[in-house]
């Protein structure tokens, strides 16, 4: 029987990946995209699939309940990527991760439930775990949310929980490492870093350079969602880890040598504050529901570096046309740069 999912997001980063994957994997599964088109919502990262029968684009904003209604109408399954998710702007402006990241997904939950959903996917995030020094947190571990992107993905994660205890709304919630790969918006270190050095302009790491993040391949996210959609169990959450726990300064290092370019365009400036020394997730939960990365993080990383020089065509005009993006760089690089 054809299934029709709704992916709200999909013209991100993760959700376009996602939105591509799911129309490979599932030829008979009908795709419903509900995205507001925010700075980071790009239609040209879908252009391959949009003539698809099988694929509709709705713009509009998951906080509408009109919106999602509509948007949801004949749909059996749903994974809500929708997000406000960059931590500096959170720095910067936090209003509107609040309403996106917690009142969005509540209006999603709603209709959800209302509609009887077969399953919905909350993709949180690892950040709602906080810093980790030694050892790796689990699925049981406390939420210590130490940034306002971070609190507002935890009250989204915990909305999502308490549909399933209280109305058993078939939830599942997902909280992936730091994604990499095609479509990322160049705001984020790796997309930010490989396209300033591909320009010649400095990379700004911040602080000592030290700062742990795990890399997970977007495709093994994809495939992780989709796993989770058809086997994850209600009202339980996955950690989502690609194994690849690097300090910035070594993927930094990796980036240049890559693309044959010196180390001289490092630059250090001013740490993020409250900058979150070290993430790192168990996925043993995952892996044991038959869930492993597939990606080597050197091979991932090469492509995803030959991706943005092959395709600048891509980031660009973002970079260079869209004043959004340039109030955004000056406003948080300006200061650290000069
Ligand atoms: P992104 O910023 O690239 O894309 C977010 C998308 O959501 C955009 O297309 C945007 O237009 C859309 N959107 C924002 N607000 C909306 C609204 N109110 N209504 C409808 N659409 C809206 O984000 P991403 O990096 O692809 O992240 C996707 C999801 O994965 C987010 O929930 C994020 O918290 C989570 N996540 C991301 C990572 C990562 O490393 N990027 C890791 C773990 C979890
Ligand atoms: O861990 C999952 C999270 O990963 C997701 O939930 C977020 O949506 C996603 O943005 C990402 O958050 P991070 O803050 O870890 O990603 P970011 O790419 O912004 O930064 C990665 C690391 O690089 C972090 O330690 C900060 C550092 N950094 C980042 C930028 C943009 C720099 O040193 N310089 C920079 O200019």
Redesign the pocket.
Known sequence: MTSRILI??????????FVRFVLAERPDWEVVN?????????LE?LKDVEHDPRYRFVR????DPEVVRAAMAGCQLAA???????VDRSLLVAG?FI???IK?VLVLLEEARRVGLERFVQ?????VYGSIGEGSFTEESVLNPRNP?AAS?AG?DRLAFAFWATYKVPVVI???????GP???PE?LIPLFVTNALRDEPLPLYGDGRNVRDW?H?LD?CRAVLHLLEYGVDGEVYN?AGGNERENISVTREVLRLLGKPESLIRPVADRVGHDRRYSLDAAKLRALGWGPQVPFERGLAETVRWYADNDAWWRPIKDHDGEFRRYYQEQYGGRLS
């Open positions: 709200t997001g999909g013209c991100g980063f993760i959700g376009s990946n509900l995205d507001k088109l925010t700075y980071a919502g790009r990262n509009g904003d998951i906080c809500n990527f929708a997000a406000e998710t960059h509107h309403d996106t990241d969005g993709i949180s995030t690892d950040e992107y993905k989204g997902t909280r992936a490492s730091n994604n990499y479509y990322q918006y984020k997970l977007v996210h989502i």
